[in-house]
């Protein structure tokens, strides 16, 4: 069948729009629904085909990505806040039967406080009371030689800085002072860490076996 013109009145018809035209213009012709249905079968590009049509985004749809998109956010939001260890630090309490033996969870730096030549013992029990266990603590006080063992015993990979342990203990530690000594511009704070000297004071990160020396003088 041609089909750039219409079979019955033989205008020039574009072929995608013979059926319209068979449809519009000649509803009642005794052909039209013989020509309708051999256009048809001849499918493809004489008839209209529904995927031609424009994508319609409908308002549910933009309802439903709207609710999904805020079920995700609101997750991603509301996470944190599920994690028991979000707010984890020096104030948390800790089982330490439960603590995973080493690094980073439970290490043992070693640290020393030397005032004027004094060596200035370091208590046991800092961070231990009845009521709490914090992650940074002591269980003997230092040894004959000043040193004392810290423990650091997390349930979690989390960095614990020497500041940590001062805070823990009660007792001021910066670039400036240490205990109860104070630069005075003849005596000064220093520190060793490994016997190599450091100016890390309490932002040091504490790490297993790390020999911490902590002197005050000129
Ligand atoms: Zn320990
Ligand atoms: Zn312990």
Redesign the pocket.
Known sequence: MKTDHCPICNVAVKPENLVRHLNDIHPRHPDTAGLVEKLKQQGGAFVPKRSAEPIRIRRWQVAVAFVVAAVIVGGILIAPYFDPYRNFGPDSCID?IRVPVGVPYHMHPLLAVVAQGNVQPIPGQIGITSACTHPI?T?SGSDASGVVQI?V?SPIAHPFYLRDFFYVWGQPFDANRILGFTDDGTNHVSMTVNGTASTAYGNLVLWDAQRIIITYGP
């Open positions: 330490e603590h269980h423990h015993e």
